[in-house]
C-alpha cells in the first residue's frame, strides 16, 4: 500500500467504495443503458434549434451578410462575439487535461474527458462565424497558403486574421488528437464488453485495437505528457492571438497591451463555468456523483472565482490606464462603455463577471450545487456580454459623429447563434450517450491513493 | 511445449507487479502483460527500455519550425512581397515578430501531429486494427501476464503458484479473444448470454431476456419473464444482487434457466433441437 500513499488532508476524489470493475460497470452504464425521456426532450430541443440556425445559415448565404444587423460603422457584431465566446469557451478542455495534468493535478481525472468533449464542440461552433462571415463560404479555402495562380495573392503572414486561421485549426487537431489517444484505451473497455455484434464493430473501429500491453502504455503516458507540455503554450497562444485581432487594431478600445492575458484569463473562467454547467448536470443524469463529486466542483468554483478576478482587474486596469493615458480618444471610449447608450451591456458585464464569482470566497456558497450552477450560468452570459462591450461599443461611436450608430441584431443573427447552442448541444449529448464520459483507465490509477475507500483504510491502519 | 502459452491472470496491480518481479528473478521469460490501465512501476519491473517518442516530437517540432521559417520567407519575402501598413518587407528578420504567432502554431502542430502518429505506428493502432488482449477483462479490471516460451511446465506452474495469482489459463496455440457476458465460452457456434430489454417500464424496471446468437448472424432475444431494476443485475456473475427484495426466489429462476442453457447448448450441438427452438427447451417449464 505504501506506493499509494496520499497525504490524508486531501478529500477523496473517487468515493462509493469503488472496485476496479465497479468504475469500469459505472462508466460504461450510459452507454449501454438506453435514453431516458429528458435525454430525448432535450436533444429535440437542440436539434430543432440546430436545424433553425442552418436555415438562418442558408438565408444568410444565399441572400448575403445584409441579413445580419451590421451597418458601415459597425461592420462586426454578433458573429465577432460568437467567435470568440465559443473560442473562449472551448479553453477550458485542454487547460483541464494539459495544464492540470503538467500540475499533477489528480482531481482533472473526473472531468477532463467532458471537458475535452466540450472543448473540441466549442471550437466547431467557433469555426463557424467567420467561414459565414466571409460571405462566400466556399471560397473558405483561400485562407491557406495556396500559390496565387488561383486568382489572388498569397495569404498574409502579417494579419492577426491569419494567424486566428492558424491558431484555431491547430488547437482543433491536436487538442482532437489529444482526446482520441485518452479515448482509446476506455473504447477498448467498452469494445471488450459489448454484447450486441454491432455496438462491438463500432467499438473496436473507433478504439483503433488498444490491447493495453506494458509497452503500449509506457508510450501512452509519455505522448500524454508530451502533448500536455506541447497544449499548454498552445492553449494559452489561441485565446491570445484572438485577442490579437483587437489589440493589433488601432480603435481605441481595441487598442491595448493588456488583452492577451487578459483574454486568456477570461477564456479559462468562461470554459470553467461551461463545464460546471454541462458536469452539475451531467454527473446526475448519468448517476457519476461517485466520480465528480462535490470537491470537484469546489474547487472548479475556486478556479471560476480566481479568474473572474483577473479579469475583473483587467477591466479596472482598462479604465485606470484610459484615463492614465491623456489619450482623449481612449477615455472617451471607456466613458462611452460605462455611461453611454450601451451601459447596461457593460454593467451586465461587470455584474456578472467581476462581482457575482465573489461569492465563491463563501464555503457555503461554493459547495452549494444549485449555487454552482445558477453562477455557471451567469458567468457564461456575462462573457458573452464582455465580447459584445468589448466589439460594439468601441465600434459604434466612429470618429465622426456623423458615423454614429447603434447596432441591434436581426432575427438571422439571434437565429444563427442560437443554432451553434442547439448545434452544440447536440453534439455534447450525442457524446453523453456513446463515449465514455469519464476517463476510466485514468481514474483506475487513483483509484488506490484517492478512493474514499482506500483512503479509510489507511487511516484506520494509521491508528 | 513450444506452442503452448501460459496466462497468469491477476486481480490487483500491486498483486501483479509483485508477480511480475517474482517471476523475473525465478527466470521466466515474460512475453507481454496486458493490463487495464498504467501501472507505476511495470515498466521498471519488465526493464522495458525508455520509449524515444518525446525526442521523436522534439525532432518533429524542429522541422516545423524550418517549414513555417521557409514557408513564411518564400511567401512574405522572396515571391511576392508587399507594402504592408510600412512593414519592412523585404526583410525576413525585421519582419519576424509578425511571423512568430504562426511559426510557434506550425511548430506545435507538426511535433503533435507527427508525434501521435508515430506513436499508433510503433504500437500498431489503427482503425479495423483487430485487438490482441487475450481476455477481454483485461480492459476491466485483471492483469495478465503471458509466458509463451518455457522449458519445464510444472516449474513455471510452481513459480506461478507462489504468487498472488486469480487464475491461470494454459492455452494451446494462439490465443482466443473471448466474448464477455456469455455464459458458456466453448467452442459450440451458439452463444446465451442475458441482456435487458432496451424499453423500460415506467416504474423504472425492465424485462430481462436471454440473447441466444448464433455464429455472427443470427440473433434473437426471449423474454425470461423476470422484470427487475437494472441496478439490482450483476453483469459479471448474471445474478440479482442481495439488495433485491426478492432475490433469493429470483436467482433460484436463473440457476434453473442457466443450467438449462448448459444442457440446451449440448442438445443443440448433439442435433436433437434447433437453433430457433433452443428458446422452447430453456424457456418453457
Avoid at chain 1, 451578410?65 to 460568437?82: C, E, F, M, R, S
Avoid at chain 2, 515474460?30 to 490501465?37: A, E, G, L, M, N
Amino acid at each position: 500500500m505504501g506506493s499509494h500513499y496520499e497525504a490524508p488532508i486531501r478529500k477523496p476524489l473517487v468515493t462509493g467504495n469503488k472496485s476496479y470493475h465497479q468504475i469500469t460497470v459505472d462508466v460504461a452504464r450510459p452507454i449501454e443503458g438506453s435514453a431516458n425521456k429528458q435525454w430525448w426532450i432535450v436533444f429535440g430541443i437542440s436539434l430543432t434549434l440546430f436545424m433553425w440556425g442552418i436555415g438562418c445559415i442558408i438565408y444568410t448565404v444565399s441572400t448575403g451578410i445584409g441579413t445580419w444587423g451590421l451597418n458601415k460603422t459597425v461592420g462586426w457584431a454578433w458573429d465577432i462575439t460568437n467567435f470568440v465566446w465559443w473560442v473562449g469557451i472551448g479553453h477550458a478542455g485542454t487547460l483541464i487535461s494539459a495544464v492540470l495534468l503538467l500540475f499533477r493535478q489528480k482531481w482533472r481525472m473526473g472531468i477532463n474527458r467532458s471537458a475535452e468533449a466540450m472543448t473540441i464542440f466549442s471550437v466547431i461552433q467557433a469555426g463557424l462565424f467567420p467561414v459565414i462571415h466571409m460571405g462566400r463560404p466556399w471560397l473558405a479555402y483561400w485562407i491557406v497558403p495556396i500559390p496565387n495562380t488561383f486568382g489572388s495573392l498569397w495569404v498574409n503572414f502579417n494579419s492577426p486574421l491569419l494567424w486566428d486561421v492558424f491558431a484555431i485549426s491547430t488547437y482543433l487537431t491536436v487538442s482532437l488528437v489529444f482526446w482520441w489517444t485518452g479515448l482509446l484505451p476506455d473504447f477498448a473497455m467498452i469494445r471488450d464488453r459489448a454484447v450486441k455484434p454491432f455496438q462491438k464493430k463500432i467499438y473496436s473501429l473507433v478504439s483503433f485495437g488498444w490491447s493495453g500491453r506494458a509497452k503500449d502504455w509506457q508510450r501512452f503516458e509519455e505522448v500524454s505528457l508530451v502533448l500536455a507540455g506541447l497544449a499548454t503554450p498552445l492553449v494559452l497562444s489561441v485565446h491570445t492571438i484572438v485577442s490579437f485581432d483587437f489589440a493589433t487594431s488601432v480603435i481605441p478600445g481595441w487598442h491595448t497591451t493588456i488583452f492577451p492575458p487578459y483574454f486568456v484569463a477570461g477564456a479559462i473562467f468562461s470554459g470553467f463555468a461551461m463545464v460546471q454547467t454541462l458536469l452539475i448536470v451531467m454527473r446526475k443524469v448519468c448517476n457519476l456523483e461517485d466520480y465528480i463529486t462535490l470537491q470537484h466542483i469546489e474547487l472548479m468554483n475556486i478556479v471560476i472565482m480566481i479568474t473572474g478576478s483577473i479579469v475583473g482587474c483587467a477591466y479596472i486596469t482598462e479604465l485606470f490606464i484610459a484615463w492614465y493615458s491623456g489619450v482623449e480618444y481612449e477615455q472617451y471610449a471607456f466613458l462611452n462603455r460605462a455611461t453611454g447608450p450601451y451601459w447596461w451591456a457593460y454593467w451586465a458585464m461587470m455584474t456578472c463577471n467581476v462581482f457575482s464569482p465573489q461569492f465563491m470566497w463563501f464555503k457555503k456558497l461554493r459547495t452549494s450545487i444549485t449555487f454552482s450552477f445558477v453562477i455557471s450560468i451567469v458567468v457564461n452570459i456575462g462573457m458573452w456580454f464582455e465580447r459584445f462591450v468589448i466589439i460594439v461599443t468601441s465600434l459604434h461611436r466612429d470618429y465622426l459623429p456623423s458615423s454614429w450608430t447603434m447596432f441591434s441584431p436581426t432575427f438571422v443573427d439571434i437565429g444563427i447563434f442560437l443554432g451553434t447552442i442547439g448545434f452544440f448541444f447536440v453534439l455534447f449529448l450525442l457524446y453523453s450517450r456513446t463515449f465514455p464520459v469519464i476517463a476510466q483507465a485514468e481514474v483506475k490509477t487513483i483509484l488506490k491513493s484517492s478512493g474514499d475507500n482506500y483512503k479509510k483504510m489507511r487511516d484506520n491502519h494509521v491508528k | 511445449m513450444s506452442n503452448k502459452h501460459v496466462h497468469a491472470i491477476y486481480d490487483d496491480d500491486d498483486k501483479l507487479l509483485s508477480a511480475v518481479k517474482h517471476l523475473r528473478s525465478s527466470g521466466v521469460s515474460i512475453k507481454d502483460v496486458f493490463t487495464p490501465f498504467p501501472v507505476h512501476g511495470l515498466d521498471h519491473a519488465l526493464d522495458l527500455k525508455p520509449t524515444r517518442i518525446a525526442i521523436a516530437a522534439f525532432i518533429y517540432g524542429c522541422i516545423g519550425l524550418t517549414t513555417a521559417i521557409l514557408m513564411i520567407n518564400y511567401i512574405m519575402i522572396v515571391d511576392w512581397p508587399q507594402n504592408i501598413g510600412g512593414k519592412p518587407s523585404f526583410s525576413f528578420m525585421e519582419n519576424l515578430p509578425a511571423f512568430v504567432p504562426v511559426i510557434f502554431e506550425l511548430t506545435v502542430f507538426f511535433a503533435g501531429h507527427l508525434m501521435v502518429i508515430t506513436f499508433y505506428m510503433r504500437s500498431s493502432l489503427w482503425p479495423f486494427k483487430k485487438a490482441e488482449n487475450p481476455i477481454p477483462e483485461t480492459t476491466d479490471d485483471k492483469f495478465l501476464i503471458q509466458i509463451t516460451s518455457f522449458k519445464d511446465q510444472k516449474k513455471l506452474m510452481s513459480i506461478i503458484k507462489q504468487t498472488d495469482y486469480h487464475n491461470i489459463d494454459i492455452i494451446e496455440h494462439q490465443p482466443v479473444v473471448a466474448e464477455p457476458n456469455k455464459l458458456v465460452n466453448e467452442s459450440s457456434q451458439v452463444s446465451v448470454g442475458f441482456v435487458f430489454h432496451s424499453r423500460k417500464y415506467s416504474d423504472g424496471s425492465s424485462n430481462l431476456r436471454i440473447q441466444f446468437t448464433k455464429g455472427r448472424g443470427s440473433q434473437y432475444a426471449k423474454n425470461t419473464g423476470i422484470r427487475i431494476f437494472r441496478k439490482y443485475w450483476s453483469s459479471s456473475k448474471n445474478v440479482v444482487s442481495t439488495k433485491h427484495p426478492e432475490h433469493e426466489k429470483i436467482n433460484k429462476q436463473l440457476e434453473n434457466i442457466k443450467s438449462k442453457i448448459i444442457t440446451g447448448k449440448e442438445k443443440f450441438k448433439s442435433g436433437v433441437i434447433s437453433f430457433d427452438r433452443l428458446h422452447n427447451y430453456i424457456l418453457d417449464n
